[in-house]
């Protein structure tokens, strides 16, 4: 069974930094573009950062400059190190992989950006 499994999420006072993991494991052949994407309260899931795996990282605007996306096709996990975090970076923070030709979803880890 494929699973995509985060960790790091946590309380953080505004200015701070975390780095959050996302690890795949199971059975996989094939493991494409991975994405970090976050929902608030009340608001829709976003996306954050995209990386292939050959290739450029991507990132909204919101984050640019802030958060970096990296990731170890060895280890089939991909990082998001978030710096200089806001109050408004409060949410959910969801992995993403296009894995074995379809697409899948982690648990969530909750990040609370909070004095």
């Not at 640019?64 to 990731?71: A, H, N, V």
């Not at 991909?78 to 409060?90: F, G, P, R």
Request: positive net charge.
């Amino acid at each position: 069974q494929v699973q995509l499994v985060e960790s790091g999420g946590g309380l953080v006072q505004p200015g701070g930094s975390l780095r959050l993991s996302c690890a795949a494991s199971g059975s996989i052949f094939r493991l494409d573009t991975m994405a970090w994407y976050r929902q608030a309260p009340g608001k829709q899931r976003e996306l954050v950062a995209t990386i292939p795996r050959g290739g450029s990282a991507n990132y909204a605007d919101s984050v640019k400059g802030r958060f970096t996306i990296s990731r170890d096709n060895a280890k089939k996990t991909i990082y998001l190190q978030m710096n200089s975090l806001k109050a408004e970076d409060t949410a959910v923070y969801y992995c993403n992989a296009d894995l074995n030709y379809d697409h899948y979803w982690g648990q969530g880890t909750q990040v609370t950006v909070s004095s």
